[in-house]
T-cell receptor, first 120, second 114 residues
Framework: GAVVSQHPSWVICKSGTSVKIECRSL??????MFWYRQFPKQSLMLMAT?????????EQGVEKDKFLINHASLTLSTLTVTSAHPEDSSFYIC????????????????FGEGSWLTVV | AQSVTQPDIHITVSEGASLELRCNYS??????LFWYVQSPGQGLQLLLK??????LVQGIKGFEAEFKRSQSSFNLRKPSVHWSDAAEYFC????????????FGAGTTVTVRA
């Protein structure tokens, strides 16, 4: 089946620095990827929709200048947490939409393994 | 607006017993429905999905789900659980009308006792 890979799996950074998380679709092209945030023991909250070749669409309440999203190719989207602070510590998960016409699934959403961010 | 309700926060089941996880959704158009499983510290793994057609959907790991439009439900079932099924389960809804953004339920934690 389709695979989505995230890197790094976990990262610790100092407060005030920036950190980049990559999301790759390994065996299919994804024109649309999604970034979610998950706090411990909670569900996933959609942060933004990443569209290849265009600007990301952010959900209400998500700071677009803080969470920079780039979708430069059909297989890669990146999330950069700028000037990270301890309250940004969380589990970030990306997903990619395998669109109709590709492979077998069609319009199925696959998730990456997630990335743990700890800001100290 | 779309939303998902998973009424059961936590379910404990004995190994070998059957399992049913409830999911109710609200969606203004034809819904795409998903069940995902998450082990601690891991990403989400797709168990099964419903787009159209047969309302009884078979998934991986012996799971199945039934779409009932009249009840706005998409309950997940497994006839006989294994200890490895202990995890967090999320139901999600999305569709073409909202660019496939998924809304997730709060999740149901499944504990399997020996």
């Amino acid at each position: 089946g389709a695979v989505v890979s995230q890197h790094p799996s976990w990262v610790i950074c100092k407060s005030g620095t920036s950190v980049k998380i990559e999301c790759r679709s390994l065996d299919f092209q994804a024109t649309t990827m999604f970034w979610y945030r998950q706090f411990p023991k909670q569900s996933l909250m959609l942060m933004a929709t990443s569209n290849e070749g265009s600007k990301a669409t952010y959900e209400q309440g998500v700071e677009k200048d803080k969470f920079l999203i780039n979708h430069a190719s059909l297989t890669l989207s990146t999330l950069t947490v700028t000037s990270a602070h301890p309250e940004d510590s969380s589990f970030y998960i990306c997903s990619a939409r395998e669109t109709l016409g590709q492979a077998v699934s069609g319009n199925t959403i696959y998730f990456g393994e997630g990335s743990w961010l700890t800001v100290v | 607006a779309q939303s998902v309700t998973q009424p059961d926060i936590h379910i404990t089941v004995s190994e070998g017993a059957s399992l049913e996880l409830r999911c109710n959704y609200s969606y203004g158009a034809t819904p795409y429905l998903f069940w995902y499983v998450q082990s601690p510290g891991q990403g989400l793994q797709l168990l099964l999905k419903y787009f159209s057609g047969d309302t009884l959907v078979q998934g991986i790991k012996g799971f199945e789900a039934e779409f009932k439009r009249s009840q706005s439900s998409f309950n997940l079932r497994k006839p006989s659980v294994h200890w490895s099924d202990a995890a967090e389960y999320f139901c999600a809804v999305g569709g073409f009308s909202n660019d496939y953004k998924l809304s997730f339920g709060a999740g149901t934690t499944v504990t399997v006792r020996a």
